[in-house]
């Protein structure tokens, strides 16, 4: 397509800005150019610690990991700024090696129960995940001893799990290396508790079947921004008319495109800021404002609109010098007759300071997609693909890219969508998948903001709607805008009292002004609630190798969370996840570790509103989510290594080749779903 070798060279640029892990930041940038940001390891010294970020609406990633000496480790993008403002919440910037845990030298002897001991064999080896609780709660301190074939054997630290105050638990910081197959474990506490237990396997589900000739796969070859993914769904819909059908989904997004600004004098208390009543692509782009001495004593302040040009003549005073105010010019420019632009004084700055003469200064949206790249609102696509698009197979949706910068995710969905139809004419399990199930993917739902992370900050997790008020939008906040569309769901959300979303416009997770204020959110709801088929639902985000299901969030006061599935509930989650993992799993030894599969609240944090959430408890839906990226293992630092959101594309592939497996394979547990009821 036209836009393919441009897109290609400002993702090359792009990806030069994003830095991942650094131990350091670059300096502030200038007042009218955003801060630069990076992404960090930070360290909290507990959940507390935690908890406090992530109530401070701080961007942070799926990744935490919880350290020998009861720290946390957590990956964030940051600012400077922003790094600053978490430092009284207790964050820093991780370095070294963790210290080992307190010994606890109580005198009673505690009772320990063994709640999971798993061994997993990856591409690099077997590895070991042990999960236990102990009656003295957080304060113990607890040691596994392994044992396996030969003799082998190795003695490990838990971690306690304390989340909002509540003790869940003790785990491994992460699953440990253990040479060869672990056996059996004793887990032994300061206190004197002593617990045995037989290690089982991981995830232990159902075996996918790998042998079957002629199966096709590896159908993608570079990250995709939206126009690409919508002209892959077309494309498909092209060559299987039989077999897919395209839904165009009823509500338009913001469009890729901002109204054109410019930051004219010195700030904070000489300046003004200029806005464009139309979008930058829509003229605002055309349009400039000058400053003017009118080489005269005493004279007022005047605008003059002259076609694009917005003229500003200073007010003088009885020696000529001009006096005009930053807030008297702003007033000026917005009530001036006619005028295409309004100007507000800088931030929160009363705009006290006197404005000097500035020459003609052309206004910008400051977007730097190539002019191919559509800033019309944009219509959201999904590709329907079944036998029997009629409502009367169990409806499956898979979506992906809520968060902009996921750029593995849509890939997920589109490999699977290629791997489903092209194999239908040649292997009959993918014949009698498709038509048993009847089956609903979107790329990409939040393309405005994909669209801002390929061309111009790759690090946006947000859409492009921007709710906040003049004093938030001069141009060095413009990577700072918009709406979290994965907390703009109306279960369990910011709105109802739920932790987990922030109501500050600038903050990484914001929830909007309300529920479903987005036209994203509404999109992905209009699908459940217009095709009541859908029984399962899997929202593809990235990274750090989890897979969770409801409740997803909780109330901070004493930790309330969403109402719990049944017993039989989870239990139905967990076996379907087993074999689910079992297919990412085959494609290259990748296992997600056993400590990060189960309910949202459980294994990662609270996320209030989000999409999950609202489709299993007004819906009926199974809602899962997978977090694609899991950690590598490094054998030559004998550590665990994050990914990143854009990972180089060699390693984005085998995700998604991974993934896609696994949303395959859980179109497999929704086609069963009538008879295993």
């Given at each position: 397509m ?17 830095v ?10 200038g ?14 010294p ?43 919440l ?22 320990i ?9 990856s ?9 236990a609780s ?23 630290e ?10 869940l ?5 992460v ?32 075996r ?57 004098g010195t ?20 349009l ?13 302040l ?8 917005v ?9 000529g ?5 930053a ?25 006290a ?43 499956v ?15 997920v ?19 009698k ?7 609903f993917?979107?790329?990409t ?14 690090a ?45 416009c600038?903050?990484g ?5 309300g ?51 049944s017993?039989?509930?989870e ?14 799993a085959?494609?290259r ?9 189960g ?8 996320a209030a ?6 489709l ?14 899991s950690?590598l ?44 009821r």
């Amino acid at each position: 397509m036209r836009g393919s070798r441009a897109s290609a060279v400002v993702l090359a640029m792009v990806l030069t800005t994003f830095v991942a892990a650094e131990p350091s930041l670059p300096a502030v940038a200038g007042p009218a150019d955003p801060e630069p940001a990076s992404l960090v390891t930070l360290t909290v010294p507990d959940r507390a610690a935690l908890e406090r970020l992530v109530g401070s609406g701080a961007d942070l990633t799926g990744r935490v990991r919880p350290q020998p000496d009861g720290s946390i480790r957590v990956d964030a993008v940051v600012t400077p700024s922003r790094l600053a403002e978490l430092r009284p919440l207790g964050a820093t910037l991780a370095t070294g090696t963790p210290a080992p845990a307190p010994e606890d030298r109580g005198g009673t002897k505690d009772r320990i129960v063994v709640e999971r001991a798993v061994w997993f064999q990856s591409r690099d080896g077997y590895f070991l995940s042990v999960e236990a609780s102990s009656s003295a709660g957080a304060d113990a301190a607890l040691t596994v001893t392994w044992k396996g074939k030969g003799g082998a054997t190795g003695q490990v630290e838990m971690v306690p799990y304390v989340d909002a105050g509540a003790y869940l638990g003790h785990q491994f910081s992460v699953p440990v290396p253990a040479g060869v197959r672990p056996d059996r474990v004793t887990i032994t506490s300061a206190a004197g508790g002593v617990a045995e237990a037989r290690v089982g396997e991981w995830p232990d589900g159902e075996r996918p079947d790998r042998d079957r000739p002629g199966y096709q796969k590896d159908f993608i070859t570079q990250y995709m921004p939206p126009a690409q993914l919508n002209a892959r769904v077309k494309d498909l819909h092209r060559r299987f008319p039989a077999l897919t059908e395209i839904i165009e989904l009823p509500h338009l997004t913001n469009g890729y495109r901002r109204h054109a600004q410019a930051l004219i004098g010195t700030p904070p208390g000489a300046a003004v800021v200029v806005t464009s009543r139309a979008y930058g692509s829509e003229g605002g782009n055309d349009l400039a404002v000058e400053l003017s001495d009118p080489g005269a004593a005493d004279r007022p302040l005047e605008v003059v609109v002259d076609g694009k040009q917005v003229r500003v003549s200073l007010a003088t005073d009885g020696s000529g010098t001009p006096v005009s105010t930053a807030a008297e010019v702003a007033a000026a420019i917005t009530g001036a007759p006619g005028s295409p632009v309004t100007a507000a004084t800088y931030r929160t700055d009363p705009g006290a300071g006197v404005l000097a003469p500035a020459p003609l200064t052309q206004l910008s949206d400051f977007l730097g997609a190539p002019a191919d790249v559509s800033r019309e609102p944009w219509r959201v696509l999904a590709l329907r693909i079944g036998t029997h698009r009629d409502g009367s197979r169990t409806g499956v949706l898979a979506y992906a890219q809520e968060h902009a910068r996921e750029w593995v995710t849509p890939l997920v969905t589109i490999e699977a969508a290629e791997r489903l139809l092209r194999n239908y004419p040649r292997d009959p399990a993918t014949r009698k998948l498709l038509r048993r199930a009847d089956i609903f993917i979107v790329p990409t739902v939040n393309p405005d903001g994909a669209n801002y992370s390929f061309y111009d900050f790759n690090a946006q997790r947000k859409n492009m709607t921007n709710h906040c008020p003049a004093a938030q939008s001069d141009p060095a906040l413009r990577n700072t805008w918009g709406v979290d569309v994965n907390r703009n769901y109306a279960v369990g959300s910011l709105f109802d009292g739920y932790f987990g979303a922030s109501a500050n416009c600038q903050s990484g997770t914001y929830a909007g002004p309300g529920e479903h204020s987005e036209p994203e959110s509404r999109n992905v709801i209009w699908l459940a609630e217009t095709y009541p088929n859908i029984r399962f639902a899997l929202n593809v985000h990235s990274y750090g190798g989890y897979f969770m299901w409801p409740p997803g969030a909780y109330r901070l006061d004493g930790r309330v969370t969403l109402p719990r599935p049944s017993r039989q509930q989870e239990a139905y989650f967990l076996r379907s996840a087993r074999t689910i993992l079992e297919a990412i799993a085959a494609e290259r030894g990748t296992v997600t570790w056993p400590q990060q599969t189960g309910p949202v609240t459980d294994v990662l944090y609270s996320a209030a509103g989000n999409s999950a959430d609202e489709l299993w408890y007004d819906h009926g839906v199974y809602g899962w989510d997978f977090e694609v990226g899991s950690d590598l293992w490094n054998p030559r630092t004998g550590a665990w290594e994050g990914v990143g959101f854009q990972p180089p594309f060699a390693e984005g592939h085998a995700e998604a080749m991974e993934f896609a497996a696994g949303l395959i394979s859980l179109i497999g547990v929704a086609a069963d779903y009538r008879e295993d009821r």
